[in-house]
């Protein structure tokens, strides 16, 4: 069987289900669970529900209210998820806010933020003064950062754990656990770092 793909434009609704490619530039509220080979957001969209899909690419604003499991999820606009992010790919320079765990094999965020737990074999954030709309917020923060090798920019956070770790300037870390080497610029703070 086929599935089929869905553009959905203006304001509309949609069951869930499986898809093949779901294409947003409207007002999209995705009513359950869905599952596609794409989902691409360049409106604004809300999802009651899990998220299975390929690849995930976000240029306008999405809510999540479960999971989103993908190959690939690249964000330039806004992705909020209350559940957990689990991907092989996650990539962008747009607002990333989870209340749960992200979990990626190759992470690299140059946005704002806030998530609970990140964690990959590679962690690559940098996240600097913003403008515009943006501008209320101050930093990627999140509570633990976990990583073979972590290099940060800009970032606040409780706890950074990883192999190689690089923290660089502007970021404010309470406590840093590595395994092989730190580096860390003169200008960030780290309260507590220690070789595990």
């Given at each position: 069987?086929?599935?089929?793909?869905?553009?959905?434009?203006?304001?509309?609704?949609?069951?869930?289900?499986?898809?093949?490619?779901?294409?947003?530039?409207?007002?999209?509220?995705?009513?359950?669970d869905i599952r596609c080979e794409r989902l691409e957001v360049s409106g604004k969209c809300r999802v009651r529900g899990r998220v299975h899909a390929r690849i995930v690419t976000i240029e306008?604003?999405?809510?999540?209210?479960?999971?989103?499991?993908?190959?690939?999820?690249?964000?330039?606009?806004?992705?909020?998820?209350?559940?957990?992010?689990?991907?092989?790919?996650?990539?962008?320079?747009?607002?990333?806010?989870?209340?749960?765990?992200?979990?990626?094999?190759?992470?690299?965020?140059?946005?704002?933020?806030?998530?609970?737990?990140?964690?990959?074999?590679?962690?690559?954030?940098?996240?600097?003064?913003?403008?515009?709309?943006?501008?209320?917020?101050?930093?990627?923060?999140?509570?633990?950062?976990?990583?073979?090798?972590?290099?940060?920019?800009?970032?606040?956070?409780?706890?950074?754990?990883?192999?190689?770790?690089?923290?660089?300037?502007?970021?404010?870390?309470?406590?840093?656990?590595?395994?092989?080497?730190?580096?860390?610029?003169?200008?960030?703070?780290?309260?507590?770092?220690?070789?595990?």
């Amino acid at each position: 069987m086929t599935e089929r793909n869905v553009r959905l434009s203006g304001v509309s609704q949609l069951a869930g289900g499986d898809y093949g490619e779901v294409v947003v530039e409207g007002v999209a509220h995705i009513r359950d669970d869905i599952r596609c080979e794409r989902l691409e957001v360049s409106g604004k969209c809300r999802v009651r529900g899990r998220v299975h899909a390929r690849i995930v690419t976000i240029e306008g604003k999405c809510d999540v209210e479960g999971d989103i499991e993908a190959t690939e999820i690249r964000i330039s606009g806004w992705l909020g998820v209350v559940g957990n992010v689990s991907a092989e790919r996650l990539e962008g320079s747009g607002l990333l806010r989870v209340r749960g765990l992200v979990n990626a094999e190759d992470v690299r965020l140059w946005g704002a933020g806030r998530v609970s737990e990140i964690g990959g074999s590679r962690v690559v954030i940098e996240s600097h003064h913003h403008s515009g709309w943006l501008r209320w917020l101050r930093a990627f923060e999140a509570e633990v950062i976990e990583g073979d090798e972590v290099r940060l920019t800009g970032v606040s956070a409780g706890l950074v754990r990883g192999g190689t770790v690089y923290i660089g300037k502007g970021c404010r870390i309470d406590r840093v656990q590595y395994r092989q080497s730190l580096h860390r610029s003169d200008d960030a703070v780290v309260k507590h770092a220690e070789q595990a």
